[in-house]
Every structure is written in structure tokens, then in C-alpha cells.
């Protein structure tokens, strides 16, 4: 049971344009939520969170929105890079960010074209 | 600082072997987790130690098994090797065992099975 969906395994953005990467979620029990971004050989790095008691937060070039009534949580991306063509991931956990583990999506590859 | 490193990058074994997979923190974090990242698939939760004890420890078969030693490092053992053990398995670090204050994960192993 995914309970961590990414709907979109891959995205074509231009450079300088928005991009924006959904994620959506069924346990009504997560409350924190992550999102990690990914180059191949690498290990995930942490981009930007938001706890279930916000529904916008935003960091640089980075915002995260979430829905808490449709379980929906998206990144935008302003303007979108060549740097930032990776790997995408959604992630969740519950207790405010307390919970021993992450439960993530199957991630969305986004490739920025010039 | 050195990030969160794992030994070694990459491994071949055969079916039926034994493999330990070696993850040392950033300085400071007492909390390590492990995942298992499965071709295509997002990082699935297997453990996570804290002050040497499991905090959690997700739906995998009694064949795994970690510790973690007096200088916050780990170790994660696999028994009785699966062609389905073949995985990216991550290390991630954090202060304490929650996502609020961030976490850190390594590069991976690489680990293939034949």
C-alpha cells in the first residue's frame, strides 16, 4: 500500500519557468512532510519541510504548499535551473517530525531544458 | 565537517552470503537510520537506532539486522543474501531520532546480488 504517491515519474521544465512536483498522501496520521531532491550516485539532500500546521513554506526558489483536506502536497520550483534536474522526492512522517521513520513517494525525475 | 559516510560504495555477492554494510554519522548526530532503495522505488524505512538502541524498524524479514556502537556509528547486516536484496541502501543522520531538526543521508551502497 503506497501511502506516499508521486504521480508523475518525470517532468520537462525550461529554464527559468516554474516547476512544480505533487505528491499526495493517505495516512491521515502524517504531519510533517519533506521533500529531497536526488543526483544519480549521490544520497538524497534535504531541501525543504513543512509541518501539518502551515500550509505554505517557502525558501529561496523553493515552496512547498500543502493541502491538508486533499491530502496534497506540492514543491514549486521558481525559476527552475539546469542544476536542478534530478530526482524528486516526497516524504512523510508523523509525530510533528518525531516519528522514527520517513515514508517516501516513488520519486519524480525533472530535467530542466535550456 | 565530513558529511554522513558509508563503506563500502559498491558490492557484489552472491546468493546466500552474508554482507554488513558500515555507516559513520555527521559529528554530533546520535541517531542513525537505515533504507533500502529498490530500483525505480522511493527509500523504504528499515531501522533506526538511537544511544545504541532501535527506535523503529520497518516490514523487513528477521535476515536484517543493525547496531549501532558507542561512537554513534552502525553497521547493517544482511544474512542468507536474495536477488531481491540487490538495493541502493542509505545511511541518514540526525541529532536526535525526528526529521524536524533535519536529516542527512549518505551516498549509499550500492549492493548487488547474483
Known amino acids: 500500500d503506497q501511502q506516499v504517491k508521486q504521480n508523475s515519474p518525470s517532468l520537462s521544465v525550461q529554464e527559468g519557468r516554474i516547476s512544480i512536483l505533487n505528491c499526495d498522501y493517505t495516512n491521515s496520521m502524517f504531519d510533517y512532510f519533506l521533500w529531497y531532491k536526488k543526483y544519480p550516485a549521490e544520497g538524497p539532500t534535504f531541501l525543504i519541510s513543512?509541518?501539518?500546521?502551515?500550509d505554505k513554506n517557502e525558501d529561496g526558489r523553493f515552496t512547498v504548499f500543502l493541502n491538508k483536506s486533499a491530502k496534497h502536497l506540492s514543491l514549486h520550483i521558481v525559476p527552475s535551473q539546469p542544476g536542478d534536474s534530478a530526482v524528486y522526492f516526497c516524504?512523510?512522517?508523523?509525530?510533528?517530525?518525531?516519528?522514527?521513520?520517513?515514508?517516501f513517494g516513488t520519486g519524480t525525475r525533472l530535467q530542466v531544458t535550456l | 565537517d565530513a558529511g554522513v559516510t558509508q563503506s563500502p560504495t559498491h558490492l557484489i555477492k552472491t546468493r546466500g552470503q552474508q554482507v554488513t554494510l558500515r555507516c559513520s554519522p555527521i559529528?554530533?548526530?546520535?541517531?542513525v537510520s537505515w533504507y533500502q532503495q529498490v530500483l525505480g522505488q522511493g527509500p523504504q524505512f528499515i531501522f533506526q537506532?538511537?544511544?545504541?538502541?532501535?527506535?523503529g524498524r520497518g516490514n523487513f524479514p528477521d535476515r536484517f539486522s543493525a547496531r549501532q556502537f558507542p561512537n554513534y556509528s552502525s553497521e547493517l547486516n544482511v544474512n542468507a543474501l536474495l536477488l531481491g536484496d540487490s538495493a541502493l541502501y542509505l545511511c541518514?543522520?540526525?541529532?536526535?531520532?525526528?526529521?524536524?531538526?533535519?536529516?542527512?543521508f549518505g551516498q549509499g551502497t550500492r549492493l548487488t546480488v547474483v
Open positions: 513543512i509541518s501539518s500546521i502551515k
Open positions: 559529528s554530533g548526530h546520535k541517531s
Open positions: 516524504a512523510a512522517t508523523s509525530g510533528g517530525g518525531t516519528a522514527s521513520k520517513l515514508t
Open positions: 541518514a543522520s540526525s541529532l536526535v531520532p525526528a526529521f524536524d531538526l533535519g536529516a542527512f
Open positions: 537506532y538511537y544511544e545504541k538502541e532501535e527506535r
